[in-house]
């Protein structure tokens, strides 16, 4: 069985964009960074210590521990390279595993056939072992293993997450276009709000953003409705430590953090959508939720931020003129937000200058395929000096 204690490799993945603030998020749970790059960062770690990373972050996507690593120059050699690891001590013998994989090498000129080789050793070994083989297919809900080849460098990882991380569990429903969970969360950090300051969320959507926020706000773990990690089919997993965690997360809640979490939006069945997520999150009773027009939102007094996320325009057969849209939201914040932080989020920069307000900062994102930018804007009282 595999030694949860053991320290490797540990790979962790994010979407393109989100990497600083996953790096801080690994900071402050004690792991110092071994490595960087656009797509993630890499520690020393145990898998006892992915139970933890999986738990507690909010940016991140999988966390992908090292089982070997040695230079490949071709199919055959991959091939004998998988049969000899002891696979029998990773993958139960009556259990089920996926194989998804990073590949750049001239010999592969399509993933799945390396898929492939590398599921076919697995059960090879496995059946030599242990008289049986277990089943393999797409599901990512039990042992998944993951295959980085770039060039002639391959790694062979478990996959601790299963699923992404972003996958929260809470959004039961959404509108079209909903964005990710890890994204609304790298938002919230880019920005300058803290938990204690007013969040105000116009064109809410999903209310991903809000939900994020609380969550946040609350110090609630991100993984804390998740009932499923890729670590839990190890072989040689025991629950005693996850639930120590889980345990240790429920005591550090703060279930009455300060500052309102304001979610409007225009349309009533998003803000019906968003409720039902927020409710599904057990945060629904700290968001104040209101169908109105941007202009109708709710601001209170006190430090806070405003962050909206606005159509593109980008979608085939939308063509709706965004531009008063944008206009709109800048004589919003400038009307009725002074003394707030305002935020765009858009992946449209000539819409972007319709607001009509000098950007502070531009912090570049991605939504999927999409580059974007998040937009500051100080919202001064009174005429700025």
């Known amino acids: 069985?595999?030694?949860?204690?053991?320290?490797?490799?540990?790979?962790?993945?994010?979407?393109?964009?989100?990497?600083?603030?996953?790096?801080?998020?690994?900071?402050?749970?004690?792991?110092?960074?071994?490595?960087?790059?656009?797509?993630?960062?890499?520690?020393?770690?145990?898998?006892?210590?992915?139970?933890?990373?999986?738990?507690?972050?909010?940016?991140?996507?999988?966390?992908?521990?090292?089982?070997?690593?040695?230079?490949?120059?071709?199919?055959?050699?991959?091939?004998?390279?998988i049969k000899k690891m002891p696979w029998e001590n990773w993958i139960a013998s009556d259990g089920y595993f996926s194989v998804t994989s990073?590949?750049?090498?001239?010999?592969?000129?399509?993933?799945?056939?390396?898929?492939?080789?590398?599921?076919?050793?697995?059960?090879?070994?496995?059946?030599?072992?242990?008289?049986?083989?277990?089943?393999?297919?797409?599901?990512?809900?039990?042992?998944?293993?993951?295959?980085?080849?770039?060039?002639?460098?391959?790694?062979?990882?478990?996959?601790?997450?299963?699923?992404?991380?972003?996958?929260?569990?809470?959004?039961?429903?959404?509108?079209?276009?909903?964005?990710?969970?890890?994204?609304?969360?790298?938002?919230?950090?880019?920005?300058?709000?803290?938990?204690?300051?007013?969040?105000?969320?116009?064109?809410?959507?999903?209310?991903?953003l809000a939900i994020e926020a609380v969550m946040k706000a609350m110090n609630r773990a991100p993984a804390s409705l998740r009932n499923n990690f890729g670590f839990m089919h190890i072989v040689g997993y025991e629950e005693e430590l996850y639930q120590q965690i889980r345990d240790d997360a429920k005591k550090q809640i703060n279930k009455t953090p300060g500052g309102k979490f304001?979610?409007?939006?225009?349309?009533?069945?998003?803000?019906?959508?968003?409720?039902?997520?927020?409710?599904?999150?057990?945060?629904?009773?700290?968001?104040?939720?209101?169908?109105c027009d941007i202009s109708d939102t709710p601001v209170p007094d006190g430090k806070g931020v405003v962050v909206v996320n606005p159509p593109y325009g980008m979608r085939l057969g939308d063509d709706t003129d965004l531009r008063p849209l944008y206009k709109k939201i800048g004589d919003f914040m400038k009307s009725d937000c002074a003394g707030k932080t305002g935020y765009v989020f858009t992946g449209n920069n000539a819409l972007a200058k319709k607001v009509g307000l000098r950007a502070k900062s531009r912090t570049t994102f991605f939504n999927s395929t999409i580059e974007c930018r998040l937009l500051e804007y100080e919202l001064y009282e009174g005429s700025k000096k």
């Open 102 to 208: 990073r590949i750049d090498h001239h010999t592969i000129e399509n993933d799945q056939y390396a898929n492939l080789v590398v599921k076919d050793a697995i059960a090879d070994r496995i059946r030599y072992k242990k008289n049986e083989r277990p089943d393999s297919g797409p599901d990512l809900q039990k042992s998944v293993i993951f295959l980085y080849w770039n060039r002639d460098e391959a790694r062979i990882f478990i996959d601790t997450s299963g699923e992404s991380l972003s996958r929260r569990n809470y959004r039961s429903a959404s509108v079209s276009a909903p964005m990710q969970e890890s994204l609304a969360a790298g938002i919230i950090e880019a920005t300058n709000w803290e938990p204690g300051m007013h969040f105000i969320n116009p064109m809410t959507g999903s209310g991903t």
């Open 1 to 81: 069985m595999a030694d949860f204690q053991e320290k490797s490799t540990v790979s962790i993945t994010c979407p393109l964009g989100l990497s600083p603030f996953l790096e801080k998020e690994v900071i402050e749970l004690g792991f110092p960074i071994t490595a960087k790059r656009e797509t993630g960062v890499e520690v020393e770690a145990s898998l006892d210590d992915c139970i933890k990373l999986n738990f507690w972050l909010r940016t991140a996507h999988r966390v992908h521990y090292l089982i070997e690593e040695t230079r490949i120059d071709h199919p055959d050699k991959l091939r004998n390279w």
């Open 262 to 291: 304001i979610a409007t939006d225009s349309d009533a069945s998003a803000i019906i959508t968003a409720k039902k997520n927020a409710q599904t999150a057990g945060v629904d009773h700290l968001i104040e939720f209101s169908t």
